[in-house]
């Protein structure tokens, strides 16, 4: 089984997050985010952000998600 890189795995959170991916791939994730403290405190960025979103009462429509990521997955590499 090869290992997930960093930016596979930001590109999954989503997935993971929602119970969409496959048993195998959860097996790669979680053993890289055992080994990544970057990747684990991206994916709790990602929880806590998901939870005050849904505290706000507020909706973010499917075509504003998408550049943010973008922008993030820009970031994450920069620092990479």
């Known amino acids: ?7 596979e795995l930001v590109e999954l959170v989503t997935d993971y997050l929602e119970g969409g991916l496959p048993p195998e ?3 790669r994730f979680e053993a890289h985010l055992a080994g990544c403290r970057g990747c684990e405190a991206h994916l709790e960025q990602v929880r806590t952000t998901i939870a005050v979103a849904r505290a706000s009462g ?3 429509e499917p075509d504003e998600v ?5 922008a993030f997955r820009h970031w994450h590499r920069s620092r990479t």
């Open 58 to 60: 507020e909706v973010v």
């Open 25 to 27: 791939e959860v097996v």
């Open 1 to 7: 089984m090869e290992d997930l890189s960093c930016q």
């Open 66 to 70: 998408s550049p943010l990521l973008d």
